[in-house]
């Protein structure tokens, strides 16, 4: 069911980048109200849906902008409202900025849950991407992947090349683990790159109570210029660490803070989340592409069976050598380089309902992996400049799970993606067979390309 909150918090601070003041109100709204930001402090006081088509700007924080108005650093909040699976709520601000409070999540969560949530007497909307994939930034060697799974699981690796900072990792394996262990991390950078962000007008409410600032090398403060005014003035010269020796919650602390940050920015699609996401290095303008690209696949699998196919069974007769009553595809609807989406009509005069329980038909299990293996023997010969002329033969089929019957006059649609490139004709897929989005039959296949004599 769909979910507010019970009552209104306040919550009142200052804006990391901003530097302003800013009073704040969550308050609870009404069924398909959807998360919205409000500048009360601007003429006729405009709406922004925090939805990604408004997302304006991700420059170390995310922006969005609807209305001629805009509201930024708002990825700590959407992770809160996100973990509380909160659907419909309005946020009043009369400044520009979420207020940043100690750098983390911490005090939205704690105040969501102190005020309650209401449920409310309209079903939630429920979508499910059934394909994996994956965004990448080659700026800066950033990737995030996605696979389809019935919870919603993150994983996230950061990376910074820093002595001070190693590499770590943090994960989040199920929503009511959010207030303990990932909703206290804070927000961080580097002190070479304090100078930069004031000089570009950031972190102009920063202080060192709001964030983590990580020292790489001694460092005078003669050479610190505007930033000596954040210091305490006792101080001459900063050591390698972490600026005024202030404790971790935990030693992967950034890199929870990181998921916190892409927890939030996932909230933008506007929907509820199910899926595995793999992050290495996020950052907002990898974690913004991701969730475009997310909204991108729910409408694609939600719009799969209009239209004309890209491969009719014709069209498959060309490429694979399989005929009746041995062929099971009946169409391509979708073929990339690393994944395949097939359709099987299941029938009820399908040859096999004849002998396989008559009076109760089932289609066999072996035939759905055979169609799987089908479906993938497209996959494999995407590859090839001339797909008529090779032949794909099973080398393994693992991890085999039958979980619901496949009976007749269904459709039967079969999602494959790569494991792993295609290497010397080895073709490693993950499998999953659908009916009315609910997984039937799931594999792990393994087939290679031969080339006909």
């Given at each position: 069911?769909?979910?507010?909150?019970?009552?209104?918090?306040?919550?009142?601070?200052?804006?990391l980048?901003?530097?302003?003041?800013?009073?704040?109100?969550?308050?609870?709204?009404?069924?398909?109200?959807?998360i919205?930001?409000?500048?009360?402090?601007?003429?006729?006081?405009?709406?922004?849906?925090?939805?990604?088509?408004?997302?304006?700007?991700?420059?170390?924080?995310?922006?969005?902008?609807?209305?001629?108005?805009?509201?930024?650093?708002?990825?700590?909040?959407?992770?809160?409202i996100?973990?509380?699976?909160?659907d419909?709520?309005?946020?009043?601000?009369?400044?520009?900025?979420?207020?940043?409070?100690?750098?983390?999540?911490?005090?939205?969560?704690?105040?969501?849950?102190?005020?309650?949530?209401?449920?409310?007497?309209?079903?939630?909307?429920?979508?499910e991407?059934?394909?994996?994939?994956?965004?990448?930034?080659?700026?800066?060697?950033?990737?995030?992947?996605?696979?389809?799974?019935?919870?919603?699981?993150?994983?996230?690796?950061?990376?910074?090349?820093?002595?001070?900072?190693?590499?770590?990792?943090?994960?989040?394996?199920?929503?009511?683990?959010?207030?303990?262990?990932?909703?206290?991390?804070?927000?961080?950078?580097?002190?070479?790159?304090?100078?930069?962000?004031?000089?570009?007008?950031?972190?102009?409410?920063?202080?060192?109570?709001?964030?983590?600032?990580?020292?790489?090398?001694?460092?005078?403060?003669k050479?610190?210029?505007?930033?000596?005014?954040?210091?305490?003035?006792?101080?001459?010269?900063?050591?390698?660490?972490?600026?005024?020796?202030?404790?971790?919650?935990?030693?992967?602390?950034?890199?929870?803070?990181?998921?916190?940050?892409?927890?939030g920015?996932?909230?933008?699609?506007?929907?509820?989340?199910?899926?595995?996401?793999?992050?290495?290095?996020?950052?907002?303008?990898?974690?913004?592409?991701?969730?475009?690209?997310?909204?991108?696949?729910?409408?694609?699998?939600?719009?799969?069976?209009?239209?004309?196919?890209?491969?009719?069974?014709?069209?498959?007769?060309?490429?694979?050598?399989?005929?009746?009553?041995?062929?099971?595809?009946?169409?391509?609807?979708?073929?990339?380089?690393?994944?395949?989406?097939?359709?099987?009509?299941?029938?009820?005069?399908?040859?096999?309902?004849?002998?396989?329980?008559?009076?109760?038909?089932?289609?066999?299990?072996?035939?759905?992996?055979?169609?799987?293996?089908?479906?993938?023997?497209?996959?494999?010969?995407?590859?090839?400049?001339?797909?008529?002329?090779?032949?794909t033969?099973?080398?393994?089929?693992?991890?085999?799970?039958?979980?619901?019957?496949?009976?007749?006059?269904?459709?039967?649609?079969?999602?494959?993606?790569?494991?792993?490139?295609?290497?010397?004709?080895?073709?490693?897929?993950?499998?999953?067979a659908?009916?009315?989005?609910?997984?039937?039959?799931?594999?792990?296949?393994?087939?290679?390309?031969?080339?006909?004599?």
């Amino acid at each position: 069911m769909q979910k507010t909150l019970k009552n209104k918090i306040e919550i009142n601070g200052v804006g990391l980048h901003t530097g302003v003041p800013v009073q704040m109100r969550l308050i609870p709204a009404n069924i398909d109200t959807g998360i919205r930001f409000r500048r009360v402090d601007l003429p006729k006081k405009p709406y922004i849906n925090a939805l990604i088509e408004n997302v304006n700007e991700t420059n170390r924080r995310t922006v969005i902008k609807e209305n001629n108005a805009s509201v930024e650093t708002i990825e700590h909040l959407l992770a809160s409202i996100l973990a509380a699976s909160i659907d419909n709520l309005i946020i009043e601000l009369n400044g520009p900025e979420v207020p940043i409070l100690d750098g983390s999540s911490k005090e939205f969560t704690e105040k969501i849950e102190k005020t309650g949530i209401l449920i409310q007497d309209k079903k939630k909307q429920e979508f499910e991407i059934l394909n994996y994939f994956k965004v990448e930034n080659q700026k800066d060697n950033s990737k995030i992947e996605f696979y389809p799974q019935k919870k919603l699981e993150l994983e996230v690796t950061i990376n910074y090349n820093s002595n001070v900072l190693q590499v770590q990792k943090a994960k989040l394996e199920k929503l009511s683990d959010f207030k303990e262990h990932i909703s206290p991390a804070r927000t961080f950078c580097f002190l070479h790159e304090l100078d930069h962000l004031m000089n570009h007008h950031l972190i102009q409410g920063g202080n060192i109570n709001n964030g983590i600032v990580f020292i790489e090398k001694t460092t005078s403060l003669k050479h610190l210029g505007e930033l000596q005014k954040l210091l305490p003035n006792d101080i001459n010269e900063l050591k390698p660490g972490i600026l005024n020796g202030k404790k971790l919650i935990s030693e992967n602390e950034q890199a929870k803070h990181k998921l916190l940050d892409l927890l939030g920015d996932i909230k933008l699609a506007g929907f509820d989340i199910k899926g595995k996401i793999i992050a290495h290095k996020p950052g907002h303008t990898i974690n913004a592409l991701f969730t475009k690209e997310l909204k991108k696949q729910l409408l694609k699998n939600r719009n799969i069976m209009e239209g004309k196919p890209l491969m009719n069974i014709q069209d498959i007769k060309k490429i694979l050598p399989h005929r009746e009553p041995f062929l099971f595809i009946d169409e391509i609807r979708e073929l990339e380089d690393n994944y395949v989406t097939g359709v099987k009509y299941v029938d009820r005069d399908e040859y096999y309902f004849k002998g396989h329980f008559p009076n109760a038909p089932v289609m066999p299990g072996v035939l759905q992996i055979e169609a799987m293996a089908q479906t993938g023997g497209i996959l494999a010969l995407n590859s090839v400049p001339d797909p008529e002329n090779y032949l794909t033969y099973f080398m393994k089929i693992d991890k085999v799970k039958f979980k619901q019957k496949v009976e007749p006059n269904c459709i039967l649609i079969f999602k494959l993606h790569l494991l792993s490139p295609i290497r010397r004709g080895i073709c490693h897929m993950q499998a999953k067979a659908y009916v009315n989005n609910e997984i039937v039959t799931e594999a792990e296949l393994m087939a290679k390309i031969v080339k006909e004599k």
